[in-house]
């Protein structure tokens, strides 16, 4: 589990997010500092002593939670809603073995909940915040996704290259050749996957990107001669 958590903007309140077993957990600390900045933690425990918020936490445990502890759970809802109930997000994954709802401590510590709870924690805070979190949310989850695609055809680049530079130096470089003109046919048929990949040889990358910086691709296949790359592979 990464510690390190992401970060979106949501009318003017940073909320952070963590990626806990392969799923996103929204910080409900953050969430609570934008109704009162000083009081988060008894913001998020005032909610969790409502019974409509115990019943739902219960229902989502049972769905995603083949863990949880229904006895535990049972004698917290009977108490639900009394003067005298009180509850932690601490003490809720203690007796319950919850997993919907995180406690962490540290640099990036707070209390963290699963992005359906986190969702719903906001409504309680307030209807429109939740609606700008799920748009700035899913305005996260559309670039991570464009990110990914760009390293998946990065990567693929990476492997195809090494393919495509051992079928040049046994099919298509002859023993007379000079170094530079060795040079010349790896660049050439380096935009063969260029353009495949990212629809535009190395030189139509350069004269869109002026400025930005080269990178050098070294095949040890190639008689130590530096094949350069625009493409940031």
């Not at 492997?159 to 046919?185: C, K, M, S, W």
Request: with cysteine.
């Amino acid at each position: 589990m990464s510690r390190k958590n992401r970060e979106i903007d949501v009318l003017a309140t940073p909320v952070k997010i963590a990626r806990i077993e392969e799923e996103d957990f929204i910080s409900l600390t953050d969430i609570a500092r934008h109704r009162d900045t000083e009081r988060g933690d008894y913001i998020i425990q005032n909610w969790m002593r409502n019974r409509n918020t115990i019943e739902f936490l219960g229902i989502w445990e049972h769905l995603n939670n083949p863990d949880f502890n229904s006895i535990e759970f049972d004698g917290i809802k009977n108490q639900a809603g009394l003067n005298s109930f009180s509850l932690t997000p601490r003490r809720w994954c203690a007796q319950t073995g919850a997993v919907g709802i995180v406690a962490r401590t540290g640099r990036y510590g707070g209390t963290f909940a699963h992005r359906d709870i986190a969702f719903e924690f906001a409504a309680w805070v307030s209807v429109k915040f939740k609606l700008y979190l799920i748009k700035e949310f899913q305005r996260l989850k559309e670039t991570e996704q464009q990110q990914l695609g760009w390293d998946i055809r990065r990567n693929l680049v990476r492997i195809n290259y090494r393919i495509h530079t051992d079928a040049i130096q046994e099919n298509l470089i002859p023993d007379e050749l000079t170094p530079q003109q060795i040079g010349f046919v790896y660049a050439s048929e380096a935009d063969v996957l260029n353009m495949a990949l990212f629809g535009k040889t190395a030189k139509q990358w350069r004269e869109a990107n002026p400025g930005e910086k080269a990178i050098s691709v070294t095949s040890p296949m190639v008689r130590n001669w530096y094949v350069w790359r625009t493409w940031k592979v």
